[in-house]
């Protein structure tokens, strides 16, 4: 019952715009009264906001999607150039760490010592927890390739073990690196060592946590059979994803971790 | 599937728990049970050997889930037909025995005419329904053909 032309998708109107944005302004506002009045609430609203709306987007993409076909060809390449664009622009957010991490330890100041690792800073040894950190990722990313592959196979037991041990994977990390931010021997405030360390290896962590969230919505997809073996950008978009992370902790490792102690 | 002992023992109640379509299952066997009784019984019409899929590993093929608009041109362009304009229009001469076609839901459709190539005036006109047209500036004939949009 197609009254259009063409094989795009003119999405119905939808509140989700405009509650995120809400979302935005109180997590925005909130954050600034909780520095300066110590009130959470702004906050918290904005947070339950955020989520609600993220929720019932998703949601509807999928519903559009999965269940009533609206994924055509041309629409899904648009989603294809879409997650490309994101992960580009995430791409340049890390970036700018790392210039801030190349900038402070190319040219160390007096006030450090004029040396890297600025003087009294121990550093993590990067042949400890953070290669096995390497080692994890590195696995995860061939588990979700062989994920991939299942899929594209229509292999569906393997699909959810190897989808499974992804997630698995990618939780083991975050546990491990919160081990190390605790057993840490600096701090945040130690410096710029500690401001770089832990800014460009917390937004990683954060990622890794966002990227094994999607991972885990496509597990339950998977397993309630929304993918077929030639359409699942779902699995694809976050497939990606999960490599950017990857080669960002690969990056880390090499410059901070290792060139940087 | 020798090696899936420990894996039902150790997934098979957590995935059940997340598994909100049982039926899947059943659907499958169901679905095995039809196409063999297809492919043993049914000789004089040809069935299409099933590799993958629901039957064989479990994940649907598009043949078998896709739906709505995406399953309208799926099956358009099985049978070789563009019904929404997808891929790139066919190349004409221009000339009167080799008109453009140019294809229209209604009875009229607006032409613009790049009349040499790297123009950057388009010549716009409306194409009418009946004898075919010629562009104002370069002469080439434009003749409207009737499409048909899957409902």
Known sequence: MAHQAHAYHMVDPSPWPLTGAIAALLLTSGTAVWFHFHSLTLLTMGNILLLLTMYQWWRDIIREGTFQGHHTPPVQKGLRYGMILFITSEVFFFL?????????????TPELGGCWPPTGIITLDPFEVPLLNTAVLLASGVTVTWAHHSI?????????????????????????QGMEYYEAPFTIADGVYGSTFFVATGFHGLHVIIGSTFLAVCLLRQVQYHFTSEHHFGFEAAAWYWHFVDVVWLFLYVSIYWWGS | MADEGWWRVVFRPLIIHLCFRPEGEMAARLLLRSAVRAATTCRAAPVPALTRGM????????????????????????????????????????????????????????????CEEDNTAVVWFWLHQGDAQRCPSCGSHYKLVPHELPH
């Open chain 1, 96 to 108: 700018g760490f790392f210039w801030a991490f190349y900038h402070s330890s190319l040219a160390p």
């Open chain 1, 152 to 176: 594209m196979e229509g292999e569906r037991k393997q699909a959810i073990q190897s989808l499974t041990l992804t997630i698995l994977l990618g939780f083991y990390f975050t546990f491990l």
């Open chain 2, 55 to 114: 039957a064989v590993g479990g994940i649907p093929t598009d043949e078998e889930q896709a739906t709505g608009l995406e399953k309208i041109v799926m099956k358009a362009a099985q049978q070789g037909a563009d019904p929404y304009s997808m891929l790139k229009p066919k190349e004409y001469a221009g000339s009167k025995a080799d008109p453009h076609l140019v294809p229209s839901i209604t009875t009229k459709r607006i032409v613009g005419c790049v």
